[in-house]
């Protein structure tokens, strides 16, 4: 009995080494694809975490202004980041804006509310901000401060 081998041997090496070429090339396509697509969907849960941290601010102005004086809101915004929040008034309506600093820019986010006098720019720190909304009964305006 005479047993051949033959090139069995050099098939599998063969199969093993363009199987490992494969998987490089896949992977040296996929990975900064999978890396820019972490970045993006990191700047878009920041995004999305500011603008409803900055509705929470813009709701609890509306509230103390449609209330009228002695009304007071405490808000507690958790944040991504270190933010500066910037209230100011075009003449007619109030804007509540942040710069958000993502991955390969800035972009600023915006909300409205209906009273028009403030004028405050407040740092606001990363993790849970405890900030307070208030018209006291002696005096004329609504002021937002952060509290510690």
């Known amino acids: 009995m005479k047993f051949s081998i033959g090139n069995g041997g050099q098939l599998s090496l063969e199969y093993i080494l363009s199987s490992m070429i494969v998987i490089m090339v ?11 697509t972490m970045d993006y969907s990191g700047d878009v849960i920041d995004a999305v975490n500011s603008k409803g941290e900055l509705s929470k601010v813009t709701d609890a102005i509306d509230y103390c202004y449609a209330s009228g004086k002695g009304s007071r809101r405490t808000v507690y915004l958790d944040l991504n980041q270190n933010l500066n929040l910037h209230l100011y008034n075009n003449g007619k309506t109030g804007i509540c804006s942040v710069t958000l600093n993502l991955s390969d820019n800035s972009r600023e986010m915006t909300g409205f509310f209906d009273y028009p006098y403030l004028n405050e720019n407040i740092h606001l720190s990363k993790g849970i901000n405890k900030v307070i909304v208030e018209w006291n009964e002696e005096s004329d305006r609504i002021e937002v401060k952060k509290s510690i």
Do not use: T
């Open 26 to 36: 896949i992977s040296l396509i996929s990975v900064p694809i999978l890396l820019a």
